[in-house]
């Protein structure tokens, strides 16, 4: 699944430490995601959306 959560991550200046524990999950889970070797659980990825204040769609891109 392709994201734009490295480039969301970037706009606002946070490092892939802070994002992840604003979220509470290690920073290789936000690195896992970022290079998309790992889709994050339902409850994860609405914590991400809320984060970045968009919706899920906005923020995953399903690959087909």
């Known amino acids: 699944m392709r994201n734009s959560l490295t ?4 706009e606002r ?3 892939q430490a ?3 524990e604003r ?4 920073r290789q889970t936000i690195i896992s995601i970022e290079k998309g070797r790992f ?3 339902l409850p994860l990825a609405f914590r991400l959306a ?3 204040g968009v919706a899920i ?3 995953f891109d ?3």
């Open 7 to 10: 480039e969301r991550r970037a």
């Open 57 to 59: 769609e906005d923020l």
């Open 23 to 26: 979220l509470g999950v290690s």
């Open 62 to 64: 399903p690959e087909r």
């Open 39 to 41: 889709d994050p659980s």
């Open 18 to 20: 802070e994002l992840a």
């Open 50 to 52: 809320e984060e970045f």
């Open 13 to 15: 200046g946070w490092s």
